[in-house]
């Protein structure tokens, strides 16, 4: 296993030690069952991809409005959101599930 890799138990055992890590600058990954299911990392790291994730979906939205594609209105927008996961609720699905 990868040196920056640790169980479930490990992270929980040494949790401190690993947000140490993660202060100076080195990530863990966390595994279950040997399979990688979160990372403790660096918060620069962190606000470093979300500011990523929100230039990217604002770049998109820019094409589509360039490309006179459809708007929605913000109460449009949310009864959307609140449709879906009223219905992911009702069919037991996780609402942050793909």
Known sequence: MDESAVTVREARAHLADHINR???????IITRN??????????ADFNA????????????????LAEGG????MAELLADLF????????????????
């Open 49 to 64: 991809l979300e500011d990523a994730a929100d230039e990217l979906l604002a770049r998109e939205a820019e094409a589509v």
């Open 83 to 98: 449709t879906e996961r009223d219905a992911d609720r009702d069919t037991g699905r996780d609402a942050g599930a793909a």
């Open 34 to 43: 040997g399979a990688p299911v979160a990372a403790l990392v660096p918060i």
């Open 70 to 73: 459809p708007t929605v209105t």
């Open 22 to 28: 993660a202060e100076q600058g080195s990530p863990t």
